[in-house]
């Protein structure tokens, strides 16, 4: 079993930058990915990661986001700029343990076998 723990989120000011942090209980190769979901919203892919820094975004990321890894730490981090109120959410950390060609299970949800319980971002107009 592997706990993820998540950080850094907070309230900003819109065109603000916060960089949230994903800790892992333990060492893993699986790919780690950030979700996050707003009230009343439906769970959205942010952004993944493979264990040999191969990344993925939604087609309709707009490049303020950026995922990285550092696999010695056990941590995954995602680097929020230029922040919009419409990024308000509890932002997840999940970990999977499959590996695939298929560049479209990486933004599956339930894909992921671990999840933590979410960092709350709320960007300010």
């Known amino acids: 079993q592997v706990q993820l723990t998540e950080s850094g989120g907070g309230l900003v000011q819109a065109g603000g930058s916060l960089r949230l942090i994903c800790a892992a209980s333990?060492?893993?190769?699986?790919?780690m990915a950030w979700f996050r979901q707003a009230p009343g919203q439906e769970r959205e892919f942010v952004a993944a990661i493979r264990w040999d820094d191969h990344k993925y975004y939604p087609n309709s990321e707009e490049g303020r986001f950026a995922i990285s890894r550092d696999n010695a730490q056990n941590t995954v981090y995602l680097q929020m700029n230029n922040l919009e109120p419409e990024d308000t959410a509890v932002y997840y950390c999940?970990?999977?343990?499959?590996?695939?060609?298929?560049?479209?299970?990486?933004?599956?949800?339930?894909?992921?076998?671990?999840w933590g319980r979410g960092t709350q971002v709320t960007v300010s107009s």
């Open positions: 333990k060492h893993t190769f699986g790919p």
């Open positions: 999940a970990l999977g343990d499959f590996s695939s060609s298929d560049s479209d299970r990486y933004s599956w949800g339930s894909a992921y076998a671990y």
